[in-house]
């Protein structure tokens, strides 16, 4: 008795991939990296993810550097401009809009690192821009606005960066200990103005400071021209 062949499945009876396309790249790499960390997000792996090769992918993405500033670009869609529109102080406004960009990027100091390097320039970073620049246009002239914006920004995505990555390391807290150790124990004859201030030098909570930094930013924006 011989056994029964098997019967051949036709390829026109399988389900047809969905299309690539450069959302749904990004949409893929942020599944990869909410799950598994950024640095699991490679050419490699989305390929696997979209059963595609990976040099599909380069059609739509030109390398990691330009995708993960899709992937930032995705998540800025998200953030919350209503302060823009809302009512009061437009100083306090534009800080708690400047508050919602950092803590997206301090929840993935990866991307907020590619910030520094690759600026986005998607549509959801031009909302933001958009956004900041629609505050400041009330007190600030245009060019100096047009500065104000970009160092508003750097300042925040280098704060993120850091506090990111600090705040994951394994080692940050003994890093940390040390630096309050050796402030504490500087001599007054050697460093006088550290030991003047001691512990004065890391005081206050994080939140606190990166609040006033951004407002000593924007009054000096206020009182600072553009070079002529």
Known sequence: ????????????????????????????????????????????????????????????????????????????????????????????????????YTVVLAEHPGLAQSALVTRPSGPGYLRLVDGLLALLSAEVPAG?????????????????????TRSRAIDAREEEDQAIAAIASASADTYPHIAALGLELVSGAGPDRLTWGFHVLINGILQTPRPT
Do not use: C
């Open 1 to 100: 008795m011989t056994s029964a062949k098997p019967v051949p499945i036709s390829r026109r009876e399988r389900p047809a991939k969905p299309a690539l396309t450069r959302e749904g790249i990004v949409a893929t790499a942020l599944e990869v990296m909410r799950a598994e960390g950024l640095d699991r997000v490679t050419m490699r792996r989305l390929a696997t993810e979209l059963d595609t090769g990976a040099a599909s992918l380069y059609v739509y993405v030109r390398n990691t550097a330009e995708l993960r500033a899709y992937m930032l670009d995705e998540l800025l869609a998200g953030l919350d401009l209503s302060p823009v529109t809302a009512a009061g102080d437009w100083r306090e406004r534009l800080v708690a809009v400047l508050w919602s």
């Open 144 to 164: 100096r606005a047009a500065w104000a914006v970009d160092l508003l920004l750097h300042f925040a995505t280098s704060t993120a960066t850091e506090q990111g």
